[in-house]
């Protein structure tokens, strides 16, 4: 079942915005900070629970005479969104409610194919996780593809994709995608996707305005986010830090962690078999995080002076131990904070791992379609 297009107002989008990055508040705390009417506020929430966008909390009990107050919240019952992300030799699906909640995640081990037949397949397991969760009915925003690679046009229909995927470099992914699947469709490079995870699940969201995510996969990306708005550059290739690491040269990435395992004699083919195969070859691991740390040393200081953020992640599917190390190795380096750092109202903070591991790409995939939503343009 296909539902039209979801249409909200601008002050229904305000309101949940507010709810989405302060969390439940009642009606009269909104009317307030959104600066409108209590008659208004009480209007604008009847029709966004009756579309079942926002729901109403259990009340507060009350020690004294009066009305009980009754938060609003984002209900997870305003639809759902699927998001898809591909790494080496890994599929991976999510779905998300409009809440944000996790309904699925899955991954399974693919081989390469043309996009025509990805869609396919993607849309077949889509059906399949649809029905397995009881979601058929429900309005399905759309879905949204993280793809490794910056965009080849404005539009973001063509994509500079990593030579793993045949075929896919410069084709008219989404022209291919929503033929195949009759949704709208999203398209984001691999590390904006992470960022936009982060943001909203990754508690950053009422933690700080602007957060940069790098993301070690396929290649080394970064995604940067400011005031809930994703930040894209004038094509789509904002973050693309992959030039400063040639890749004739070894790199920061998942894909050169698994050429390094293997020069040293390792079996390791993938992902799928990375746990299972690396006993034994932890001195491996060990100088491969020294060296990342070092490279990405500079790009991390060059984020802190550029973008002044309140927050930096490591994201990548590789195992959340040796992504600890490699954090540990960084915030023993020789960070560059600048001297204004001391006198501001901003700390400094560490350089963590994101809590999402490998499964930022497919979840902020699949919160492209709801954060278009309420996108305020």
Known sequence: MRHPPLSLLDEEKRLLWQLRTQGPQSRSALAETL????????KLSRTLISQALVEEMPAAPLAGRGRPTVPLRISPAGGYAVGVAIYAGLLEIALVDYAGGVVSLTSEKVAPQAPEAFARHVDRRIHERAI?????????????????????SRDGNRWHVVRNLPGWKDAPLRTIFEEALRLPVWIENDA????????????????????????????????IIHRGALMRGEAGGAGEIGMFYPGDKPRPTT??????????????????DFAEAIPGY???????????ADQLLQTINSALAWFDPGAIRLMSPLPAEIMNGLTDRLNRLAITWGDHVADSEKARFDIEVSPLGGAGCALGAALLPIHASIARH
């Open 35 to 42: 600066q409108i009417s209590n008659a208004a506020i009480s």
């Open 132 to 152: 397995e969760h009881r979601l058929l009915g429900s309005r399905l925003y759309g879905v949204g593809f993280s793809v490794p690679g910056p965009a080849l």
């Open 192 to 223: 904006t996707a992470a960022a936009l995870a982060e943001y909203y699940l990754g508690g950053l969201i009422q933690r700080c305005t602007t957060a940069v995510v790098l993301l070690l996969g396929h290649g080394v990306g970064a995604g």
């Open 255 to 272: 894909l050169d962690l698994i050429a390094t395992l293997q020069a040293a004699g390792c079996k390791v083919q993938s992902l799928a």
């Open 282 to 292: 932890e001195s491996v691991i060990e100088q491969w995080q020294a060296r990342a």
